[in-house]
């Protein structure tokens, strides 16, 4: 019964608010797009942020601290 408890709180904390807003690493901006429309198809994923230039495949994601809480439970259990 243990087992399916600590099933339910993974799926629960697998809620899908959309997407995390992405920042440049270089300079936080959120002003960031993908390289070329083949990039997570045909391509490995390439930013570009609008606003310093940086280009990589390398972005920060924003984590709401509810998610941080739920992850941190759910590893403990």
Do not use: A
């Amino acid at each position: 019964m243990g087992l399916l408890k600590n099933m339910r709180e993974v799926v629960r904390s697998f809620k899908h608010d959309g997407p995390s807003p992405k920042l440049c690493p270089r300079c936080t901006s959120p002003k960031l797009r993908l390289s070329s429309r083949f990039d997570m198809w045909l391509f490995p994923e390439q930013y570009i942020c609008e606003n310093c230039g940086y280009k990589g495949p390398i972005v920060l994601e924003l984590v709401k601290e509810e998610e941080k809480e739920e992850t941190k439970n759910v590893e403990k259990s």
